[in-house]
């Protein structure tokens, strides 16, 4: 859909004008009243939610969202929400229970065809369900899906399993899918095709490939080339080259910032940059920890507490605890389209550990590159090149990844943040997923890493690619930006093929998570708490978005703002050559925490901040704005 750009000065159109805005829609089963026919709003909520009881999304026993919730979530009038509950309680399909909620109690019989055409997969991909006729499907939440997943799964030998199926690379495709084809290349993030943009998609010319402000040549050959720039009077790495760079120091002469930005960023880069002092923090990936639900938390512990008896208290299995699988297994159908048995869930130490996990199986089953995102988080490639897993860089573009340029490395494997991509903010587009299915269906592998997908402001809701596609996609999410990172909880779906191999790994890594985290977080889940801290924090964060863009309109006008329509950072970008690294050790010098947008570039590319708004007060995102400023117009 095409979207205009709200004027903090040039922003990307990932922002919409409230004039031109769309209702929101809810993530509860992804459901957006565009679709209604005029005057049947009631029939077509009524429908959708009979669909999601009869395939699964909503099994019986689940509670249905207040009328209320739900009415200003879809942006309808309270009686459109209570007239379609009406009709699915004359039907014995739901009860209403007081105080406990609605709560589905039967299950309705609707032909499949008319489900697959109501589902998520069908929205998202921007037709009626016409997926690639050799992609595979995805799986319902029977128990009798998968090979080998009951409770014995847990407890097998001391041997990893067998039977990889050897991805392998896979070979270059032909010159007509391939990057120099007749296929239009897409357009790079950075490029003057999308920053300002406010046309429709596809209009305009195309936009070419973003060009270094100094210097030539890609990163360095591990693949980390996006390094940060360098304090003091030294050189500062960027892009793959080395740049001259000014001095940052504090009040007393010392140099501030050179230890974190002075070369190419090392695996302890993010450990040294959270130690640097400073009295405002803008890091990107953290959320409002401040707002952390310790009263509902403390009753939730008490209350798990009390039912647990003693042998709860030993090894439990390596998959998690049943009662937390089951409670994950239900977010993930009502947010996020997916529909999968608690048997397929495996519970892990945040995103972090899984992709670790990943890099291990993928290695004994041949497989050692993997396609990434460009721009993508420099976090993320340090897991795999810690496991020796080369990462390999495919342009994003205004519509996420560039499809033909993946099938152009003939990687088997890609890893991507499709609901909100890092750290521009894009949105995988309807044709891209087609396209992406389709590479999948030949045998391509999708790491799905969904790690702030509920945090969304002014946009629909997107279904993850897990939910259209079960038996290509390995995907993962955790409650690090929704709770807090230091809880280290997090789950992944594995496709059946590696789904044994990820349970011995996850085994021998640490016999489980911590189980009483599991269990206390199963009871937010289960009991409503998680969703109203949820709406909560969506709250708080868009005041605190609208903020620091205004900051950014006043103080740096020339500043392009993308990625702000959902997540907890902003990816601002600058005309110009000069060193990000550079700047962000001055800012850092004056007492202001930001990471440069050259760190999570393996290319070279217009320099940039990545800021994070979640974590801080009004008037430290002012403030921390205006250093910015600051600093930069003496660079």
Known sequence: MAQACWQYGPVNRSIRDASDRSKDGSDFLQLTPDEAPAGGLADWLAASLRTAIADGRLPIGSRLPATRVLAADLGVSRGVVTEAYQRLTEDGHIVGRGRAGTIVVAVPHIPPAVRTNSTP?????????????????????????????????????????????????????????????????????????????????????????????????????????????????????????????????????????????????????????????????????????????????????????????????????????PVMRAAVADWL???????????????????????????????????????????????????????????????????????????????????LTPAHHFPTGVVLGGERRRELMQWAGEGGLIVEDDYDAEHRYDRPPVPAIRSMLADQVCYTGSVSKLLAPALRVGWVLPPAKYREHFIAAKRYADLGNAVLPQLVLAHLMNSGELERQLRFLRRRHKQRRDIMIAAIREHLPAAKVHGAAAGLHLMITFDGDFSDGTLAAEVLARGVKVQPLSWHHQRPARPGLVLGYAANSPSDLTEGIATIAAALHEQ
């Open 121 to 321: 997969t069908a929205r998202a991909l921007g037709t009626r369900a016409n997926a690639p006729a050799d992609a595979p499907s995805g799986s319902g939440r029977s128990s009798a899906q998968g090979g080998g997943r009951g409770g014995a799964s847990g407890q097998g030998g001391p041997g990893a399993p067998s039977g990889f199926s050897g991805l392998g690379r896979r070979g270059a495709p032909s010159e007509s899918s391939g990057i120099g084809g007749s296929e239009e290349p897409g357009r790079p993030i950075g490029s003057t095709g999308l920053d300002g943009y406010s046309g429709p998609r596809g209009s305009g010319t195309p936009g070419r490939p973003i060009e270094s402000s100094g210097g030539s040549g890609s990163g360095a050959s591990s693949g980390r080339g996006g390094g940060e720039g360098g304090g003091g009077r030294g050189r500062a790495w960027r892009g793959g080259q080395l740049d001259q760079g000014g001095g940052a120091r504090d009040g007393a002469g010392r140099e501030v910032g050179g230890t974190v930005f002075e070369r190419e960023p090392g695996l302890e880069v993010f450990e040294a940059a959270r130690a640097a002092p400073a009295r405002i923090d803008l890091s990107p990936g953290v959320p409002d920890l401040a707002s952390f639900p310790r009263t509902a938390w403390l009753r939730a512990e008490r209350a798990v507490l009390s039912g647990l008896s003693a042998a709860d208290f030993g090894y439990g299995d390596p998959r998690g605890a």
């Open 333 to 415: 159908a009502r947010y996020r389209g997916i529909s999968v048995d608690p048997a397929e869930v495996i519970m892990v130490a945040g995103v972090a550990q899984t992709l670790d996990l990943l890099a291990q199986i993928l290695q004994q089953d041949g497989v050692k590159e993997l396609a990434v995102e460009e721009p993508g988080s420099l976090g993320t490639r340090q897991q795999f090149h810690h496991r020796d897993v080369t990462t390999t860089p495919v342009s994003v573009d205004e519509d996420g990844i560039v499809v033909h340029e993946l099938r152009a490395t003939g990687a088997p494997a890609v890893l």
